[in-house]
């Protein structure tokens, strides 16, 4: 089918942008895996740079789990009624991102094994 004089390009181009992937690990839990845009925002809300290797030490984990607690908590929507629903329904929230990351922490906190990560 010819797309001339319809105002569609004849030629499309299509940009893969690379996303890295970060796995977190600990000797006290299993793997955690985070898309780049993810993982660099939880670790920022941790205050540790997005960089591709690092650790969270032990003495670090309850501030990190505070950080996230807190960023949850301030995102968190004023009202959860009915009037909430919508298009917003389907997006993906803080809380939902950083559950799986405030798990981990605790379990490693609890036998006290820091947290690394690698890309």
């Given amino acids: 089918m010819d797309n001339r004089g319809q105002?569609?390009?004849?030629?499309?181009?299509?940009?893969?942008?690379?996303?890295?992937i970060y796995k977190f690990k600990s000797k006290a839990t299993?793997?955690?895996?985070m898309t780049q845009p993810v993982a660099e925002r939880v670790l920022?809300?941790?205050?540790?740079?997005?960089t591709a290797q690092g650790i969270i030490d032990?003495?670090?984990l309850p501030a990190a789990m505070s950080a996230l607690e807190s960023a949850v908590?301030?995102?968190a929507p004023a009202s959860t009624g009915p009037a909430d629903d919508g298009p917003k329904g389907d997006r993906v929230s803080l809380r939902q991102r950083v559950w799986p990351m405030v798990?981990?922490?605790?379990?490693?906190l609890a036998e006290k094994q820091p947290i690394t990560w690698g890309a």
């Fill in 30 to 33: 299993g793997d955690l895996i």
């Fill in 58 to 60: 032990v003495d670090q």
């Fill in 7 to 20: 105002g569609i390009p004849g030629r499309f181009f299509f940009v893969h942008r690379l996303t890295m």
């Fill in 103 to 108: 798990e981990m922490m605790k379990r490693a």
């Fill in 73 to 75: 908590a301030a995102e």
């Fill in 44 to 50: 920022s809300l941790i205050g540790k740079p997005a």
